[in-house]
């Protein structure tokens, strides 16, 4: 991954703290509501994060290339798609108006922007991934 790209990632560690700490302070009932939505984003981002690291034989040539296996040939950032669904699902599952409101206004913006920053990188860096995003969506395939 390129060094504009990697460098930025802490920010998605502070995003993941921001959402603990909400979470805690929002906390009312738990409920089964959302589970279902937690274990599909969980297991699209255990997945796609060892697809970026090579551990399902899907080997990436360089350190300067993007992934097209896995939901990579149908969008283009599967990880942050899961995170936006785990979010969604643990506010169903504590059943937080807030939470909801915080995944839909801070979450979902933010990993839009970074979506689209690491877009601008890529397309700049590598002129194959301006291409591919002309075939691929950002996070729902033929929607968004």
């Given at each position: 991954m390129f060094e504009e790209v990697e460098r930025s990632l802490n920010s998605v560690k502070l995003l993941l703290i921001l959402s603990i700490l909400v979470f805690i302070m929002t906390f009312e009932n738990l409920t089964l509501?959302?589970?279902?939505?937690?274990?599909?984003?969980?297991?699209?981002?255990?997945?796609?994060?060892g697809v970026q690291v090579g551990l399902w034989g899907s080997q990436k040539k360089n350190k300067n290339t993007f992934i097209q296996d896995g939901l990579y040939k149908y969008i283009r950032h599967?990880?942050?798609?899961?995170?936006?669904?785990?979010h969604i699902g643990i506010a169903l599952s504590?059943?937080?108006?807030?939470?909801?409101?915080?995944?839909?206004?801070?979450?979902?913006?933010?990993?839009?922007?970074?979506?689209?920053?690491?877009?601008?990188?890529l397309s700049q860096k590598l002129?194959?991934?301006?291409?591919?995003?002309?075939?691929?969506?950002?996070?729902?395939?033929r929607i968004l």
């Open positions: 509501h959302g589970l279902p939505l937690i274990i599909a984003g969980a297991v699209i981002y255990a997945y796609h994060m599967p990880v942050y798609l899961s995170l936006l669904i785990m504590i059943q937080s108006s807030v939470f909801l409101l915080y995944t839909l206004f801070l979450v979902f913006p933010y990993l839009y922007l970074r979506a689209s920053f690491e877009d601008n990188v002129p194959e991934y301006a291409e591919c995003m002309k075939k691929t969506k950002m996070f729902i395939p």
